[in-house]
């Protein structure tokens, strides 16, 4: 199975993008999915992610703000980017997880401007 990460640009300040990550083959097996991202020269990060049940997590600077969902019938990963601000500037990757494997997608760009 393959990621394929979409739906990156650039947007105001206060504006809003949606994010999707697209698999190659049934996500149904992945416990785990969801986004981290990446700012140059730091640690990936954690954003969101949702269990194969629905449960979520999110990481605290986009609490409220985004929202993590799954569509296992179309093997797809979204992230619904609200309220963007400028700090949400990074590379984002799609992950999936299952025990004793994990994939990452490529990385899609936000940029937010003020």
């Known amino acids: 199975v393959q990621l394929q990460a979409s739906g990156g640009g650039l947007v105001q300040a206060g504006g809003s993008l949606r994010l999707s990550c697209a698999a190659s083959g049934s996500i149904l097996s992945f416990n785990w999915m969801g986004w981290y991202r990446q700012a140059p020269g730091k640690q990936r990060e954690m954003v969101a992610l949702?269990?194969?049940?629905?449960?979520?997590t999110y990481a605290e600077a986009v609490e409220g703000r985004f929202t993590v969902s799954r569509d296992n019938a179309e093997n797809t990963v979204y992230l619904e980017m609200n309220s963007l601000k400028f700090e949400d500037t990074v590379v984002y990757y799609c992950?999936?997880?299952?025990?004793?494997?994990?994939?990452w997608g490529q990385g899609t760009l936000v940029t937010v401007s003020s």
């Open positions: 949702i269990s194969n049940i629905g449960s979520t």
């Open positions: 992950n999936g997880w299952r025990r004793g494997s994990e994939l």
